[in-house]
């Protein structure tokens, strides 16, 4: 099975396809999500909560997949949720803005046993590439400055740090 919007990637001896959620998987990526939000806020405590909504998580992803401005990709072993990313585009409304179609990539997460298997980077090609079908000529996305792994996945399919977001207690 590959298709501009699927792809299937060796881990071990299994497969894992990489494709489009449907509204049947959104309760295990929002379960997903509550281990993202933790890894983010040991990285970042003092910007990013602990604590994460799983049932608003669930309306959220429900009511993005029906849009058409929003999308969410996993990567499926056997029956299992893996991994996920979303991705939103994002339209300008003024039409002198110097980039009118950009994507928004977000919640990107690799179960910690399906990691390093370039899941994570799949599943980012698939959003760019649907990103592109969509006309939309940037992307981008925003990560803790701690988090090495995803900053070196990142540079990996070619981003680079444009702008800096500084923070401090008051
Ligand atoms: C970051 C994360 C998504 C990477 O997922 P993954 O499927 O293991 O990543 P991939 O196997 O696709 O890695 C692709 C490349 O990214 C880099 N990379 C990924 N994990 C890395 C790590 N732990 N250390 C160093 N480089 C790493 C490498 O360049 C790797 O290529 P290589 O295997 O040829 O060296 C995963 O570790 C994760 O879910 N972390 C917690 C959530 C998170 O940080 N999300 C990102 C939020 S912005």
Redesign the pocket.
Known sequence: MRGPLCRVMPMRAQRVVLRVASQREVAAVARMQAD?AL??HRLIPDIASHRHDIPNGRRYWRRALRGSRQRLFIAVRGSEVV?AIGVDLIVARHRMAPVRRRIYLHS???VPH?????????LTRLALDWGRGRGATQAR?E??AP????R??YE?LGFRAREMMFARPL
Do not use: C, H, K, W
């Open positions: 993202a890894t983010e991994g990107l997460y690799v399906a990691r390093r298997f370039r899941l994570a980077q799949g996305l990560m803790a988090n090495r792994s995803a070196a996945l990996s």
